[in-house]
């Protein structure tokens, strides 16, 4: 599987295309398709797993650690979060200096590993200035406890400025970023969720201009193309953020009928289009069954051209 590769000043990792998410790891009923899509997912090249403190109700970092135990350290990637708002609060980052050291502390106990390759804060405050948050993330850096650091839900701005005074103060820099990223449009409002920070027109520039890797969540729109594609009945989360907007139906029916041309499954022509564009993309996705699995993960297959990608997102013919 191609690998986007993601440094600082002292680390470099190699983060396959396809990252995995939680897939329900921490849920008994749902633990051993997660072993199976997870013993998959290595099996065909794919090294990172995306959790978070706050997954599984603080559980699933534990499932993922026991999956991984026994496995050689550097075989696999862990991407973890902290600094999650608390649901029972004002929907602001928890990104004191007290909550990311004790959040990171009790992901590392949890996955039981000593590092993790990759933390993100989960979500931003953006009435906490950057010069009070980015010491704190150093910090975490050179005591081995995080390789590389991560903006997940920051703006471009927000991460562009955390970096300036990174760069002015020898700090570590946010070197990856996470945004509900896929081919449909919807906005935070939509989704519920005013922490969210979703793709667009403007930001979309920015990663590109500045080839800042972007790890996508909900990269295949919780299945909407797929089964929008199909005439299949979706999950309410699903159509609550693509269904409202007939463009999103109307890039479903383009996604198929370029799926139906390479001979490949929609769900993977709808991934593919975050891993071939400018920006340095990486997929996370998840999994209900056997079957999503196998035809999503095709997407490592191919790269769209410029022309195919235009083509979903508009119509014009690709050339
Ligand atoms: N940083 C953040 O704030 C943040 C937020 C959300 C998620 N994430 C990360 O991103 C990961 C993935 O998020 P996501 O679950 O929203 O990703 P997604 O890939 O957009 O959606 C996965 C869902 O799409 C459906 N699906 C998958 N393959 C399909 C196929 N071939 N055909 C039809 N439907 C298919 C399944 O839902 P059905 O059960 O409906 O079939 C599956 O559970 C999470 O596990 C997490 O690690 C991060």
Redo the contacts with the bound molecule.
Sequence with gaps: MKTVTISNQHHTISMSQIAI???GISDPATQKFAHWCFDQYLERGGNCF??ARVYGGGLSEAALGAYLKGKPRDSYIIST?CGHHDMAKPPIGRLSEREILSDADKSLRSLGCEYADVLFL?RDDIYKPVEEIMPVLHKLVTAGKARILGA??WTAGRIAAANAFAAQNGLTPFSVS?VLW?LGLTTAAQTGDLTHCVMDEAEHRWYAENRFPVMA???????FF??TAAGLP??SQ?AQYYAWLPENTARAMRAKSLADALHM?V?AVVLNYVLSGPVPGIG?????NEE?FH??MRASEFTLSAGQRRFLECGLPAE
Excluded: I, L, R, Y
């Design positions: 998410g939680d897939n995306d959790t979060k989960h997940s839900n996470q896929n969540w909900t990269s295949t729109g919780k299945g797929a089964k979706m999950s699903a499954p769900s996370v996705t998840a999994f209900s999503q035809e999503t």
